[in-house]
């Protein structure tokens, strides 16, 4: 049982460059979020999806794209890299609701942007 | 609007000393609260909800919610204790995500 996997694990972008950071859960949960790490800033949450086909913004969703096309994925899209998103972006899938009995996080994406 | 707040950054503490982690919040309903670790390149990962009302390794969390606060206690710090401390709160009827504090670094000193 992988759990919540995350692609890649590090990335360096350049200034204006875009990526997709993966996310895909082998669960069956309906819940899937994402959400960014940053030193003495806690956990900001970015987007979140209560099922295929429904996404939602969170806290911090400027400059980032999000899409559920499956239960399974809910990759995150950054178009014009800035160093302000230089952060550990962490995804998460709970089910029943947004408490679940617990979030299930990934290993998450350590990205640079110079 | 949820809010959480940790207002220590990074707490050291010998060990065998007592532990105690701060977490007070906000909300005007019903809130869940829950504390989730993070030990040194592991996942983040639940370590008690205060509906469940248990000690996992140790640990204890009470819901006050006179004071708002749910501070995470145990008695005598272990090394292994070492990693980031997460407060979370979300609301009982589970409507909005979790809202994360800021984090508190837990430091075990030998």
């Known amino acids: 049982n992988a759990g919540v996997t995350q692609t890649p694990k590090f990335r360096i972008l350049k200034i204006g460059q875009s990526m997709t950071l993966q996310c895909t859960q082998d669960?069956?949960?309906?819940?899937m979020y994402w959400y960014r790490q940053d030193p003495g800033m806690g956990l900001k949450l970015i987007y979140y999806s209560v099922g295929a086909g429904i996404t939602d913004k969170g806290e911090v969703p400027n400059g980032y794209n999000v899409s559920r096309s499956t239960t399974e994925d809910f990759p995150l899209r950054l178009e014009l890299a800035a160093p302000s998103q230089t952060s550990v972006y962490f995804c998460?899938?709970?089910?029943?609701?947004?408490?679940?009995?617990?979030?299930?996080f990934g290993s998450g994406t350590r990205l640079t942007v110079v | 609007a949820q809010r959480v707040t940790q207002p220590e950054k990074l707490l050291s503490v010998f060990k065998g000393a007592p532990v105690e982690l701060k977490c007070n919040y906000s909300?005007?309903?019903?809130?869940?609260l829950f504390w989730y670790v993070q030990y040194s390149r592991q996942r983040l990962q639940l370590l008690l909800r205060?509906?469940s009302r248990e000690s996992i390794k140790g640990f204890t969390a009470d819901l006050n919610k006179g004071e708002t606060s749910f501070h995470l206690k145990k008695p005598f710090a272990q090394e292994e204790d070492s990693a980031m401390y997460y407060c979370?709160?979300?609301?009982?009827?589970?409507?909005?995500?979790?809202?994360f504090g800021k984090g508190t670094r837990l430091s075990v000193i030998a």
């Open positions: 979370a709160l979300s609301p009982y009827s589970g409507n909005t995500p979790l809202v």
């Open positions: 669960m069956n949960h309906n819940y």
């Open positions: 998460a899938s709970s089910y029943g609701d947004f408490r679940g009995l617990s979030y299930t």
């Open positions: 909300y005007s309903g019903s809130p869940e």
């Open positions: 205060h509906i």
